[in-house]
Structures are given as C-alpha cells and as structure tokens.
C-alpha cells in the first residue's frame, strides 16, 4: 500500500480519529466527503459559488482521491471475506468443492481419526471439523450434488 499524504491545507474539524477499520487517520477529505453525502445540492451549489479560482477543483480532486482509497479498501476486505468464507467447511476437511461425496467421507473419517479428543486430538478441532462435515453434507442434500 501506498502513503498517499493528507493535503494538510484544510481545517480539520474530526479530531484526528482514525476510520473504523484502522486503516488510516481521518482528515479534512474524510470530514468534507462526510459533509457533502449529508449536504442537499442547493447546499452543495451555494457552497461551490463562494469559491474561488481553482479551489473548487482543488477540493473535488481531493474528495475523488479519498473516494478512490474507500473503494479500494471496500475492495480489498470484500475480497478478503471472499476469501476467507470460500476457504470455510472444505478446508477443515482439506478437500476441494468438487471432491466427490465418497472423498469428502474419507477425508472426514480421516480427520476424525486425527483430531478425536479420545486420540489424543483437539476437541475444539473436532468440534469444527464435525460441523464443517454437517454442513457440506447439509449442502449437498439441499443442492441434490452426489459423487
């Protein structure tokens, strides 16, 4: 990631609190993009009226470019969570979507074997693994999917 600056020439009236995510400090761009998304656009036109030169286009770069950084913030966590829910009940069982129904019971039973408390396993272990199991299978019986 980058470290595009804050443009340090506008007031700042949030204190200098972080965004929820942590990501990065909130600034005058924060506060005004904020202020925009609330205003009407007869508040937004008058606004824009009383400024002058390039100030007005000054502020809209400014706004587009933290809108640009939200995006891909909002981007890079819904990938994320992509991510991380496709990874879910199939990883537990260390087979692939497709696996067939009898491989995801030999992969299960397998598994069992390795994590049962009663074999020296994790119980919270087993305990995920037997619900990714029920859920695949739960899955599949709604989605009609055999192998």
């Known amino acids: 990631g980058g470290g595009g600056g804050e443009s340090g020439g506008g007031e ?20 005004m993009v904020a202020s925009e998304v609330k205003s009407s656009d007869a508040d937004l036109l008058a606004a824009a009226e ?3 030169g390039g100030r007005l286009d000054a502020l809209n770069a400014e706004v587009a470019s933290r809108i640009a950084v939200w995006s891909r913030a909002k981007e890079l966590l819904e990938s994320q969570l992509e991510a991380m829910e496709s990874v879910s009940a199939y990883a537990v069982l260390g087979v692939s979507p497709d696996a ?4 995801l019971a030999a ?3 397998e598994a069992a074997r390795r994590t049962h408390p009663d074999r020296g396993g994790d119980k919270a272990a087993f305990q995920r ?11 599949r019986k709604g989605a009609g999917k055999g192998g």
């Open 12 to 31: 700042s009236g949030d204190g200098g609190s972080g965004d929820a995510l942590g990501l990065w400090p909130l600034g005058a761009a924060d506060s």
């Open 50 to 52: 009383g400024l002058r």
């Open 100 to 103: 067939s129904d009898k491989a």
């Open 107 to 109: 992969a299960y039973r």
């Open 129 to 139: 693994l037997q619900d990714a199991y029920s859920d695949i299978t739960a899955a």
